[in-house]
Structure formats: C-alpha cells, structure tokens
C-alpha cells in the first residue's frame, strides 16, 4: 500500500495534474476569506467549501492517472488486488488533503482579524475533513475506472457537487455550512460537525464500495 501511494504521488508530481485543483483551492481561498472579520465558523466554512471542489478534482485526477492498460498492469503488480489500487488512490488524495487543510485552517487567520480559541480550530478541522471526504468519495464515482466516456463522468461530477452543496438542509455539507453560517459560537457546533463527520466517513466508504464493485466486473 505504502509503495503504491509514493507511486501514485510521484505520478501526479511528475505530471503536474495537481496544478489544476491546487490553483482553484488557492483561488476560493483567496477570496472568500480575505480581509475577514468577525466569528470564525463562517471563515472555515468558506475554506471548507474550498476543499471540498478541490478534493473532488483531485481525487479524479489521482483515480484517472493511468490508462487501462497501465491500470492492468498496476493491479498486477499489486497481487491482483484491485481494491489495493483503489485504496492508495484514496489514500493519496487524503494524505493531499490534510496537507492542504493546514494551510486552509491558518491562512483565514493570517488575512483576518479573528479572535482565534481552541473549538474554533477544532471546528474548522472537522468541517474540512468532512469536506475533504465527501470530495473524494464523489471523485470516486466520477473517474475513468468507473465511467468510461469523460463527458459523463464530468456532468455527474457536477451534479454531485451542486447538489451536495445547495440542496437545503442535506447532510453533511450543505447542513454543516448552514450551522456554521448560523451558530457564531464554535464550542456548540463541535458536536453537530462530529455526526457530519461521521456520515461523510460513511458516504466515502459506500462510493468506494460502489466504485470496487464497478470496476471488478469490468476487470
């Protein structure tokens, strides 16, 4: 496992697809919470949020790095073990994502003027993770193992995305960014963020799954 994820990393460094879901990440960064003031729950609700559209991006392009040939000989330099595959594809995206959450965690507070206490942190952590994984869970579904034509895999993508985002009151993103949009106090939304967390926990073990049991009847 370990060998395939500095494999997959190594992949996507060399071929410079992070670019892409790095510089939109930055971007949504940049301006949705520079020069901010006040509570910080709806700061890292916007961080959040960034997150979540670059962990979908990224998890697309770590799951669609090799074409099928290279995807064949990858599961069977893996032991046959497709899920292998598809687990360090994951873990990679993961590993990305706590990487980029520091930066989406500090920079609010480097750009702002916020009075910073310790549920804030905390709060801020839960909603990216969450975040992070229900972006990667929708990366699954929407990669070339799963959907062979790109055209639909990207229109699903999108759908997922809009959906989970703006469908009212949906959990867990949509219904975490509304708490966090209506509850100044960090310390009485720690609890509401740990069940998001857990049924974003649950909804990327579903899409990987689904994607495992995709893609074994094709392979």
Known sequence: MIAL?????????????????????????????????????????????????????????????????????????????????????????????????????????????YAVTTADLLLGLEAQLTCALVGIAIGVLCSRPVFKRQGYALVAALALVTGTLFAKDMPPVNRLFTLMATTPDAAELLAPAGVMLAISAVILAVCTAVAQFVTGRRE
Not at 32 to 60: D, E, H, I, K, M
């Open 5 to 113: 994820i500095r494999y997959t990393l190594a992949t996507v460094l060399h071929t410079q697809r992070y670019l892409a879901p790095l510089l939109l990440f930055t971007g949504l960064l940049g301006v949705l919470t520079v020069n901010g003031s006040g509570p910080l729950p709806p700061a890292y609700a916007s961080s959040a949020g960034a997150l979540f559209v670059c962990s979908t991006w990224l998890t697309v392009t770590l799951m669609s790095l090799d074409d099928p040939p290279q995807r064949a000989i990858l599961v069977v330099t893996a032991g046959g073990r497709s899920l292998t595959v598809l687990l360090a594809a994951i873990g990679t995206a993961l590993l990305s994502c706590l990487a980029l959450m520091v930066f989406g965690l500090f920079f609010p507070l480097w750009m702002g003027d």
